[in-house]
């Protein structure tokens, strides 16, 4: 069963006030998230699995979240840049894989091209009915 997903991932990047000129914003390009399925999960009450596409266009970035879940990341096509704090900033291409765990903090998630798309899959165990992703202020 699909479940209309909040926005997933808003990237917004505002432009500098600079002495008398107006303020320049800047959007950069947003990803597209695609809810695939979702299953409860009976043998851990409370638990589901949520599975969803990431289609990131060139030079699109995540925001700092965090999932409060288990999410396994899998590259289809392009290649994506990741880092959780604590941890390295990697390149991950496809047929590669990438994982958060649920205290993570994700610091890094961006296309790294700047000129073609990238695309993955993202397998999310998480508590039924708790939000894809909780932005944390930088």
């Known amino acids: 069963m699909n479940k209309v997903l909040p926005l997933v991932v ?3 990047m ?4 600079m002495a008398q ?5 800047k959007q950069a390009p947003q990803a597209s998230v695609t809810a695939l399925t979702s299953k ?16 990131y266009p060139p030079g699109s970035a995540d925001p700092i979240h965090r999932h409060n879940a288990h999410a396994f990341v899998y590259v289809l ?3 994506i840049i990741m880092q959780v704090k ?13 994982y ?12 790294a091209s700047s000129t073609k798309p990238a695309k993955f899959i993202v397998f999310l165990i998480k508590d039924k009915g708790a939000p894809v992703v909780t932005p944390v202020p930088e």
């Open 14 to 17: 505002t432009g500098t006030l």
């Open 86 to 98: 604590g941890g390295k900033e990697v390149t991950v291409t496809p047929g590669q894989t990438f």
């Open 40 to 55: 409860d999960l009976p043998e851990f009450p409370g638990k589901e699995v949520l599975m969803i596409t990431v289609d």
């Open 21 to 25: 000129q107006p303020a320049v914003t």
């Open 100 to 111: 958060e765990g649920p205290d993570d903090i994700h610091v890094v998630g961006r296309n």
């Open 10 to 12: 808003l990237c917004v």
């Open 77 to 79: 096509e392009g290649s």
